[in-house]
């Protein structure tokens, strides 16, 4: 059974410190419960809380996630972080290709897939965001687009690290907008990724890799959506920026 996996993506939100006090807020909230034995929690938090919240993590069932990586380990690259100052400071999971930065910042498949590789050898857990606009699922091209995310992504990732690693099926037109994509419309997708994946590796990786559906998720919509066969998660936006809320998500896990 693959083990749900529930991550806040906080994006440009919260001040160090406020950031610290979500982070003490959840950890407090999770703390000894059961369900924090059955369901993986991660927070991503904004690149610089992310060492003050390590602090606050540590010892919790809460995993530090990072919003995105640069794929080199050190050098001339103004403005990014590498792996090796994630791992340092106690980061395991790295959000990869996610639509905003594709969209607003230029990301490509190549570079997605460049991070994942890297991300992956450093033995990180990489959440691989892919999915289609409001205009590509309307032309019926979701599977086109979804699938060559995919498969660019995962170009030389061999199949016992693409068991590892996570995929977030987000569509574009569901992040931030209260659009959800309906219980089926997203096991639809989520199905024909596992498929792809049983196609790339076979059906023993396909089977392992957890896919985490993403966009206006919330607790009022959690259950049914992680209730699909293949649906193993959400990465949360909105809703995670409240404990509350958050928990309501972890608990439908
Ligand atoms: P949302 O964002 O929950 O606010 O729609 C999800 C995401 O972008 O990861």
Redesign the pocket.
Known sequence: MRKKII?G?W?MNKTVDESAKLATELVAAVKGQAFAETVEIGIAPTFLALDRVAAIVKGSPVRLVAQDVHFENQGAFTGKVSVDMLKAIGVTHV?LG???PRTLFGETDAAVNKKTLKVLSEGLTPIV?VGETRAEREGNVTEKVVGNQVRAAYQGVSAAEAAKSVI?Y?PVW?????L?ASDDQAQAVHKFIRGLLTELYGSGTAEAVRIQY?????AENASGLLKQGDIDG???????LKVDSFLGIIKAA
């Not at 569901?174 to 209260?178: K, S």
Request: charged share 15%; net charge neutral.
């Open positions: 991550v993506n994006k959000i996610h639509s905003e965001c977030a987000e569901a992040i931030g907008t209260g959800t993403g966009g206006s998720m919330k959400g990465l949360i936006g909105g809703a995670s």
